[in-house]
Protein backbone atom coordinates (compact mmCIF):
# COMPACT_ATOMS: atom_id res chain seq x y z
CA UNK A 1 0.00 0.00 0.00
CA UNK A 2 1.05 3.28 -0.30
CA UNK A 3 2.60 5.85 2.02
CA UNK A 4 -1.04 7.93 2.15
CA UNK A 5 -2.75 4.52 3.33
CA UNK A 6 -0.17 3.72 6.02
CA UNK A 7 -0.64 7.22 7.56
CA UNK A 8 -4.54 6.16 7.45
CA UNK A 9 -3.81 2.90 8.85
CA UNK A 10 -1.97 5.30 12.00
CA UNK A 11 -4.13 7.92 12.45
CA UNK A 12 -7.16 5.22 12.45
CA UNK A 13 -4.84 3.23 14.62
CA UNK A 14 -5.00 6.62 16.83
CA UNK A 15 -8.67 6.82 16.76
CA UNK A 16 -8.88 3.68 18.83
CA UNK A 17 -9.75 1.79 15.28
CA UNK A 18 -6.62 -0.63 14.45
CA UNK A 19 -6.89 -1.91 11.26
CA UNK A 20 -4.91 -5.15 9.34
CA UNK A 21 -3.26 -4.91 6.03
CA UNK A 22 -6.61 -7.01 4.66
CA UNK A 23 -8.74 -4.29 6.35
CA UNK A 24 -6.78 -1.19 4.71
CA UNK A 25 -6.86 -2.47 1.45
CA UNK A 26 -10.74 -2.99 1.55
CA UNK A 27 -10.90 0.56 2.19
CA UNK A 28 -8.56 1.27 -1.12
CA UNK A 29 -11.40 -0.36 -2.54
CA UNK A 30 -14.14 1.31 -0.76
CA UNK A 31 -12.51 4.70 -1.98
CA UNK A 32 -12.33 3.45 -5.66
CA UNK A 33 -15.38 2.61 -6.00
CA UNK A 34 -16.65 5.48 -4.21
CA UNK A 35 -15.15 8.36 -6.73
CA UNK A 36 -15.95 6.33 -9.75
CA UNK A 37 -19.83 5.89 -8.48
CA UNK A 38 -19.75 9.58 -7.59
CA UNK A 39 -19.49 10.56 -11.31
CA UNK A 40 -23.13 9.18 -11.62
CA UNK A 41 -24.74 9.76 -8.68
CA UNK A 42 -24.41 12.34 -6.07
CA UNK A 43 -23.01 10.47 -2.82
CA UNK A 44 -20.33 12.73 -1.28
CA UNK A 45 -19.39 16.17 -1.94
CA UNK A 46 -15.78 15.26 -1.38
CA UNK A 47 -13.68 14.37 -4.34
CA UNK A 48 -10.50 14.19 -2.81
CA UNK A 49 -8.97 10.85 -1.49
CA UNK A 50 -6.94 12.53 1.59
CA UNK A 51 -10.08 14.59 2.74
CA UNK A 52 -12.21 11.54 1.56
CA UNK A 53 -10.30 9.32 4.19
CA UNK A 54 -10.47 12.20 7.14
CA UNK A 55 -14.04 13.56 6.68
CA UNK A 56 -15.72 9.36 6.31
CA UNK A 57 -13.43 6.77 6.75
CA UNK A 58 -11.64 7.88 9.69
CA UNK A 59 -15.26 9.99 11.26
CA UNK A 60 -17.15 6.35 10.60
CA UNK A 61 -14.26 4.72 12.35
CA UNK A 62 -14.29 7.12 15.46
CA UNK A 63 -17.80 5.57 16.23
CA UNK A 64 -15.91 2.80 18.18
CA UNK A 65 -14.82 4.86 21.01
CA UNK A 66 -18.88 4.70 22.03
CA UNK A 67 -19.78 1.06 21.05
CA UNK A 68 -16.35 -0.68 21.48
CA UNK A 69 -16.03 -4.37 19.70
CA UNK A 70 -19.33 -4.87 17.72
CA UNK A 71 -18.38 -8.23 16.21
CA UNK A 72 -21.42 -11.04 17.23
CA UNK A 73 -23.54 -7.51 17.45
CA UNK A 74 -26.80 -6.34 15.43
CA UNK A 75 -26.81 -2.68 14.27
CA UNK A 76 -28.46 -0.78 11.80
CA UNK A 77 -27.71 2.62 10.40
CA UNK A 78 -30.17 4.81 9.00
CA UNK A 79 -29.93 6.96 5.94
CA UNK A 80 -26.78 5.46 5.39
CA UNK A 81 -26.28 7.16 1.70
CA UNK A 82 -22.77 6.37 1.25
CA UNK A 83 -21.82 4.10 3.81
CA UNK A 84 -21.14 6.13 6.42
CA UNK A 85 -20.41 4.62 9.41
CA UNK A 86 -22.02 1.37 8.84
CA UNK A 87 -19.78 0.39 6.36
CA UNK A 88 -16.15 0.91 8.27
CA UNK A 89 -17.57 -0.03 11.25
CA UNK A 90 -18.14 -3.39 9.25
CA UNK A 91 -14.57 -3.49 8.00
CA UNK A 92 -13.32 -2.87 11.09
CA UNK A 93 -15.49 -5.63 12.72
CA UNK A 94 -16.22 -8.25 10.67
CA UNK A 95 -19.10 -10.16 12.41
CA UNK A 96 -21.19 -7.54 12.67
CA UNK A 97 -24.26 -8.57 11.51
CA UNK A 98 -24.89 -4.86 9.47
CA UNK A 99 -28.13 -3.13 8.27
CA UNK A 100 -27.81 -0.02 6.07
CA UNK A 101 -30.91 1.90 5.33
CA UNK A 102 -31.52 4.51 2.49
CA UNK A 103 -34.50 5.46 0.86
CA UNK A 104 -32.89 6.13 -2.61
CA UNK A 105 -32.44 2.98 -4.41
CA UNK A 106 -29.45 4.47 -6.10
CA UNK A 107 -27.93 4.35 -3.27
CA UNK A 108 -28.96 1.34 -1.65
CA UNK A 109 -27.60 -0.43 -5.06
CA UNK A 110 -23.91 1.44 -4.77
CA UNK A 111 -24.06 0.21 -0.94
CA UNK A 112 -25.03 -3.83 -2.38
CA UNK A 113 -22.25 -3.15 -4.60
CA UNK A 114 -19.84 -2.38 -2.56
CA UNK A 115 -20.60 -5.01 0.28
CA UNK A 116 -20.59 -7.29 -2.59
CA UNK A 117 -16.85 -6.08 -4.29
CA UNK A 118 -15.35 -6.15 -0.58
CA UNK A 119 -16.74 -9.34 0.46
CA UNK A 120 -18.69 -8.37 3.55
CA UNK A 121 -21.07 -11.20 4.61
CA UNK A 122 -24.07 -10.35 7.12
CA UNK A 123 -25.11 -7.00 5.52
CA UNK A 124 -28.47 -6.26 4.41
CA UNK A 125 -29.11 -2.95 2.55
CA UNK A 126 -32.70 -1.87 2.14
CA UNK A 127 -34.37 0.80 0.28
CA UNK A 128 -37.40 2.08 2.80
CA UNK A 129 -38.22 5.14 5.21
CA UNK A 130 -37.00 4.68 8.42
CA UNK A 131 -40.51 5.56 9.65
CA UNK A 132 -41.75 2.40 7.98
CA UNK A 133 -38.96 0.28 9.15
CA UNK A 134 -39.53 1.18 12.99
CA UNK A 135 -43.30 -0.35 12.71
CA UNK A 136 -42.19 -3.51 11.03
CA UNK A 137 -42.00 -6.28 13.32
CA UNK A 138 -38.96 -7.17 11.51
CA UNK A 139 -36.57 -4.12 12.87
CA UNK A 140 -39.06 -2.90 15.53
CA UNK A 141 -36.74 -3.76 18.43
CA UNK A 142 -34.74 -5.49 17.22
CA UNK A 143 -30.98 -4.01 17.14
CA UNK A 144 -28.34 -3.66 19.38
CA UNK A 145 -27.34 -0.13 17.85
CA UNK A 146 -29.13 2.31 15.83
CA UNK A 147 -26.76 4.81 14.09
CA UNK A 148 -26.80 7.99 11.99
CA UNK A 149 -25.03 10.59 10.69
CA UNK A 150 -26.05 13.85 9.11
CA UNK A 151 -29.68 12.81 8.97
CA UNK A 152 -31.51 15.27 11.08
CA UNK A 153 -32.00 17.49 14.17
CA UNK A 154 -31.71 14.58 17.36
CA UNK A 155 -35.72 15.57 18.60
CA UNK A 156 -36.28 13.85 14.62
CA UNK A 157 -33.48 11.01 14.92
CA UNK A 158 -34.79 9.97 18.16
CA UNK A 159 -38.12 9.01 16.86
CA UNK A 160 -36.56 7.27 13.90
CA UNK A 161 -33.58 4.96 16.13
CA UNK A 162 -35.39 4.26 18.98
CA UNK A 163 -38.17 2.33 17.79
CA UNK A 164 -35.24 0.33 15.99
CA UNK A 165 -32.94 -0.53 19.42
CA UNK A 166 -33.95 -3.84 21.57
CA UNK A 167 -34.53 -2.76 25.13
CA UNK A 168 -31.02 -2.63 26.32
CA UNK A 169 -29.54 -1.39 22.94
CA UNK A 170 -28.32 1.94 21.95
CA UNK A 171 -28.81 4.95 19.48
CA UNK A 172 -25.45 6.61 18.18
CA UNK A 173 -25.79 9.60 16.30
CA UNK A 174 -22.65 11.44 15.09
CA UNK A 175 -23.28 15.50 15.40
CA UNK A 176 -21.11 18.56 15.17
CA UNK A 177 -20.88 21.25 17.63
CA UNK A 178 -24.86 21.82 18.20
CA UNK A 179 -24.84 18.48 20.26
CA UNK A 180 -25.24 19.27 23.78
CA UNK A 181 -27.75 22.09 22.70
CA UNK A 182 -29.63 19.63 20.66
CA UNK A 183 -29.30 16.89 23.50
CA UNK A 184 -30.91 19.54 25.82
CA UNK A 185 -33.73 20.02 23.61
CA UNK A 186 -34.30 16.23 22.65
CA UNK A 187 -34.46 15.42 26.46
CA UNK A 188 -38.93 15.11 26.52
CA UNK A 189 -38.83 13.42 23.10
CA UNK A 190 -36.49 10.84 24.09
CA UNK A 191 -37.94 9.94 27.51
CA UNK A 192 -41.32 9.62 25.57
CA UNK A 193 -40.10 7.13 23.10
CA UNK A 194 -38.36 5.23 25.53
CA UNK A 195 -34.67 6.22 25.71
CA UNK A 196 -32.75 6.24 29.10
CA UNK A 197 -29.38 7.98 30.31
CA UNK A 198 -27.36 9.69 27.30
CA UNK A 199 -23.35 10.72 26.57
CA UNK A 200 -21.95 13.03 24.75
CA UNK A 201 -18.03 11.92 23.43
CA UNK A 202 -16.01 14.22 21.92
CA UNK A 203 -14.23 13.22 18.82
CA UNK A 204 -11.40 15.34 17.07
CA UNK A 205 -10.55 13.91 13.83
CA UNK A 206 -6.92 14.65 12.70
CA UNK A 207 -6.24 17.35 10.18
CA UNK A 208 -9.40 18.96 11.13
CA UNK A 209 -10.15 21.99 13.52
CA UNK A 210 -13.93 21.32 14.68
CA UNK A 211 -14.68 18.94 17.57
CA UNK A 212 -17.53 16.50 16.54
CA UNK A 213 -19.51 14.48 18.76
CA UNK A 214 -21.00 11.03 19.74
CA UNK A 215 -24.09 10.71 21.15
CA UNK A 216 -25.03 7.95 22.71
CA UNK A 217 -28.26 6.99 24.34
CA UNK A 218 -29.40 3.31 25.88
CA UNK A 219 -32.83 2.03 25.42
CA UNK A 220 -34.49 1.70 28.79
CA UNK A 221 -37.89 1.01 27.99
CA UNK A 222 -39.74 -0.26 24.82
CA UNK A 223 -41.21 2.37 22.59
CA UNK A 224 -45.02 3.38 22.70
CA UNK A 225 -46.89 1.77 19.66
CA UNK A 226 -47.81 5.47 18.29
CA UNK A 227 -43.87 5.43 17.09
CA UNK A 228 -42.64 6.42 14.71
CA UNK A 229 -45.03 8.21 12.97
CA UNK A 230 -45.92 8.21 9.52
CA UNK A 231 -43.39 8.73 6.82
CA UNK A 232 -42.22 12.61 7.11
CA UNK A 233 -44.06 13.36 10.42
CA UNK A 234 -41.18 13.22 12.68
CA UNK A 235 -39.20 15.61 10.57
CA UNK A 236 -42.22 18.43 10.34
CA UNK A 237 -43.65 17.99 13.84
CA UNK A 238 -40.66 17.02 15.75
CA UNK A 239 -41.67 15.76 19.32
Not at 163 to 190: D, F, M, T, W
Request: neutral net charge; glycine residues 8%; charged residues 20%.
Amino acid sequence: MSTGWDNFAAQAAALGAPLLPSQVVQFAAYEALLLEWNERIALTAIREPGPLRVRHFLDALSCAAATGPLDGQSLIDIGSGAGFPGLPLKILYPDLRLTLVDSVAKKARFLELVAAELGLREVTVIAKRAEVLGQDPIHREQYDWATARAVAELRVLAELLLPLCRVGGRVLAQKGGSAAEELVIAAPAIAALGGGASQLIPVQLPETEATHYLVVIDKAATTDARYPRRPGIPAKRPL
